[in-house]
């Protein structure tokens, strides 16, 4: 059984830094293509980060210089981290994992809350 559990979150003031971990059991997450995702109230869902099996990655415009996804193949763990962290990066961040081969398969994590205080 595939579960993502997301980890990290919380309230910080703006300018300030968390990093989330997204720790991934029953599959491995350097065979798949990882994302953050984030839904901030009354928005669409939207792409953070990703990083695919082959180690590219790929930020949202908006996060740019300012976030990393990263990955620890050990620990079969992706991590977000973020910085100088914006009002308007508060959302609830999910993890995405998905399966590079086709039929695809995507899998998703509960979701851990970022505010951001201004």
């Known amino acids: 059984q595939v579960q993502l559990v997301e980890s990290g979150g919380g309230l910080v003031q703006a300018g300030g830094s968390l990093r989330l971990s997204c720790a991934a059991s029953?599959?491995?997450?350097?065979?798949?293509?990882m994302g953050w995702y984030r839904q901030a109230p009354g928005k669409q869902r939207e792409l953070v980060a990703s990083?695919?099996?082959?180690?590219?990655?790929n930020y949202a415009d908006s996060v740019k210089g300012r976030f990393t996804i990263s990955r620890d193949n050990a620990k079969n763990t992706v991590y977000l981290q973020m910085s100088s962290l914006k009002p308007e990066d508060t959302a609830v961040y999910y993890c995405n994992l998905e399966t590079p081969i086709i039929p695809r398969r995507a899998y998703w994590g509960q979701g851990t809350q970022v505010t951001v205080s201004s």
């Open positions: 990083l695919d099996n082959a180690a590219n990655t």
């Open positions: 029953g599959i491995f997450v350097s065979f798949n293509d």
